[in-house]
């Protein structure tokens, strides 16, 4: 549970920065302008946020059909104990 939470809040934290960094990059026109767009009433940075999101979710979804990044994150989830004993492909080996 606390490497869920953990990387959950990693992966907030990097998009916090990555889209203010953005916004940040369309304000002073180095990016295309529309990312320096701010929500009407919210006053956040939403096309950014917008790119990001959809970015983010793309390499996810790329990512799930790469087998050794699918075994990253299947492993990152799994318990160490479960994971040595069903990747163990001998059967001379007792847990």
């Not at 992966?11 to 026109?29: D, H, K, N, S």
């Not at 009433?41 to 979804?61: D, Q």
């Not at 790469?66 to 040595?84: A, C, K, Y």
């Amino acid at each position: 549970m606390a490497l869920l939470l953990s990387t959950i809040a990693t992966l907030e934290t990097t998009l916090i920065q990555v889209t203010r960094t953005l916004f940040t990059m369309g304000v002073t026109a180095r990016l295309p302008k529309v990312l320096g767009t701010t929500h009407p009433t919210r006053k956040t940075p939403f096309v950014a946020t917008m790119v990001v999101t959809v970015l983010s979710l793309g390499l996810f979804i790329a990512s799930q059909s790469i087998g050794s990044v699918g075994n990253i994150l299947t492993d990152g989830t799994t318990p160490s104990r479960f994971r040595s004993a069903s990747t163990t492909h001998s059967p001379d080996i007792r847990w």
